[in-house]
């Protein structure tokens, strides 16, 4: 399939581009390279060997989009396109209503005027909020906990409503659980703006030095070592998950709701001393009172993928602890790994 990439060029994009194309598909990348650095497209080159066709543009350019769409052919759009900072989305909602809502609303105007009737959308297990229990199934209740989890949910919405009445022939709506890792080539990475809000980056730049502790939100939550627990997922994984989802839903025209996890929580001090056995580093931590907003347990219930498209995570926490090492490091300039 020839597929275009809202987003592609940022992290999970990026990850999911390099899959796509060693799967065989054609991936075409437009990104306004708000959150993306200049030289991913090089770097998917070297990694792929193949050259990648980047149309820089915001997704809330109708014409510039469609224009796009129209071009290349497409059969399919995967949108990563959005912001994802929660802090940020409470500081300037507007921001984050035009950006997340508007430009998915854009995007699917463009879909529509050229004629393309199938997406994968980046939804976030953010939108369960303060969930009742874990392992969380898709039909639980969703509950909306701050502006970003707000927009996810809204723009799942909007798509679920579209294929419902038939403005789009096929639809999947992924609920990532917390992606961490990077390409085992360390060519492709995330690369967070400034300190950075999640725990995995966080405990690189202590590792590699650039951070001298980590602080642990909380140590008093109900779980094993009154520390919070998360469902991390290798971001290979969730690329793969993103072909197999597009391929299902294109294959039998139907849409979905599923999410996208181990199965399996880890604690933040599970997460620490996985990272220092494996990279032999020593990560210093700080216990530190909870942070707002944060949710003592979460973890998926992953068996529909399985079901619907024999999805399942292969890689474990020690994978994503080496990977996400490895590439920390090598922006870092530490050749020990
Ligand atoms: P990212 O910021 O690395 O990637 C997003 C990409 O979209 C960037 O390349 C950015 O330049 C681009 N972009 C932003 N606004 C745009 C616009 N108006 N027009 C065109 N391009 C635009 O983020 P990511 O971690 O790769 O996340 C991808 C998607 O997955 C997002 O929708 C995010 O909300 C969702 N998600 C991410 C996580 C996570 O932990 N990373 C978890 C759940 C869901
Ligand atoms: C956060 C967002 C969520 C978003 C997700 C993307 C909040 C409240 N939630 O989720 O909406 O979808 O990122 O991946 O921001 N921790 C520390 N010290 C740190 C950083 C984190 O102890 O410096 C702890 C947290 O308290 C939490 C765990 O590590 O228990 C994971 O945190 P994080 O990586 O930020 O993910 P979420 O909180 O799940």
Redesign the pocket.
């Not at 609920?175 to 725990?199: D, K, Q």
């Not at 003592?296 to 399985?306: E, G, I, K, V, W």
């Given at each position: 399939m020839r597929i275009i990439l809202t987003g592609g060029a940022g992290y999970i994009g990026s990850h999911t581009a390099a899959v796509l194309v060693e799967r065989g598909h054609e991936v075409i990348i437009l990104d306004n390279f708000v959150n993306a650095e200049r030289d991913v497209p090089a770097r998917l080159k070297s990694l792929t060997g193949r050259e990648i066709t980047i149309i820089e543009a915001d997704i809330r350019s109708t014409e510039a989009v469609t224009a796009a769409l129209q071009a290349h052919r497409v059969d399919a759009v995967i949108h990563f396109a959005a912001l994802?900072a929660?802090?940020e989305s409470e500081a300037d909602p507007l921001l984050y209503y035009d950006i997340n809502i508007i430009g998915t609303i854009r995007l699917l105007q463009s879909m529509q005027a050229a004629g393309i009737g199938r997406i994968v959308f980046s939804s976030?297990?953010?939108v369960y909020g303060q969930p009742d229990s874990s392992p969380i199934l898709e039909n639980a209740p969703t509950r909306v906990e701050?502006i970003?989890?707000r927009t996810k949910l809204v723009m799942e919405d909007l798509i679920r409503d579209l294929a419902r009445v038939g403005k789009l022939k096929a639809a999947a709506n992924l609920r990532y659980f917390?992606?961490v890792g990077a390409h085992p080539s360390a060519l492709i990475g995330e690369t967070p703006r400034g300190v950075p809000?999640?725990?995995?980056p966080?405990v690189t730049q202590v590792a590699t030095g650039e951070r001298p502790y980590?602080?642990?939100?909380?140590k008093d939550y109900p779980t094993r070592d009154g520390?919070?627990?998360?469902d991390y997922i290798h971001v290979m994984d969730l690329a793969v998950a993103h072909a197999m989802a597009l391929e299902h839903i294109c294959g039998n025209d139907v849409s979905v709701t599923v999410n996208l996890g181990t199965g399996h929580g880890t604690t933040?001090l599970e997460l620490v001393k996985a990272f220092e056995t494996v990279t032999g580093k020593t990560i210093p931590v700080s216990i530190a009172p909870r942070?707002a907003?944060?949710?003592a347990s979460y973890y998926a219930d992953p068996a529909l993928a399985q079901r619907l498209f024999g999805w399942k995570a292969t890689l474990n926490l020690e994978d994503m602890c080496r990977d996400s090492w490895r590439w920390q490091a090598k922006r870092a300039g530490i050749n020990d790994v």
């Amino acid at each position: 399939m020839r597929i275009i990439l809202t987003g592609g060029a940022g992290y999970i994009g990026s990850h999911t581009a390099a899959v796509l194309v060693e799967r065989g598909h054609e991936v075409i990348i437009l990104d306004n390279f708000v959150n993306a650095e200049r030289d991913v497209p090089a770097r998917l080159k070297s990694l792929t060997g193949r050259e990648i066709t980047i149309i820089e543009a915001d997704i809330r350019s109708t014409e510039a989009v469609t224009a796009a769409l129209q071009a290349h052919r497409v059969d399919a759009v995967i949108h990563f396109a959005a912001l994802k900072a929660v802090g940020e989305s409470e500081a300037d909602p507007l921001l984050y209503y035009d950006i997340n809502i508007i430009g998915t609303i854009r995007l699917l105007q463009s879909m529509q005027a050229a004629g393309i009737g199938r997406i994968v959308f980046s939804s976030s297990a953010t939108v369960y909020g303060q969930p009742d229990s874990s392992p969380i199934l898709e039909n639980a209740p969703t509950r909306v906990e701050n502006i970003y989890g707000r927009t996810k949910l809204v723009m799942e919405d909007l798509i679920r409503d579209l294929a419902r009445v038939g403005k789009l022939k096929a639809a999947a709506n992924l609920r990532y659980f917390n992606p961490v890792g990077a390409h085992p080539s360390a060519l492709i990475g995330e690369t967070p703006r400034g300190v950075p809000n999640n725990l995995m980056p966080y405990v690189t730049q202590v590792a590699t030095g650039e951070r001298p502790y980590l602080n642990v939100f909380g140590k008093d939550y109900p779980t094993r070592d009154g520390t919070g627990e998360r469902d991390y997922i290798h971001v290979m994984d969730l690329a793969v998950a993103h072909a197999m989802a597009l391929e299902h839903i294109c294959g039998n025209d139907v849409s979905v709701t599923v999410n996208l996890g181990t199965g399996h929580g880890t604690t933040v001090l599970e997460l620490v001393k996985a990272f220092e056995t494996v990279t032999g580093k020593t990560i210093p931590v700080s216990i530190a009172p909870r942070r707002a907003g944060d949710v003592a347990s979460y973890y998926a219930d992953p068996a529909l993928a399985q079901r619907l498209f024999g999805w399942k995570a292969t890689l474990n926490l020690e994978d994503m602890c080496r990977d996400s090492w490895r590439w920390q490091a090598k922006r870092a300039g530490i050749n020990d790994v």
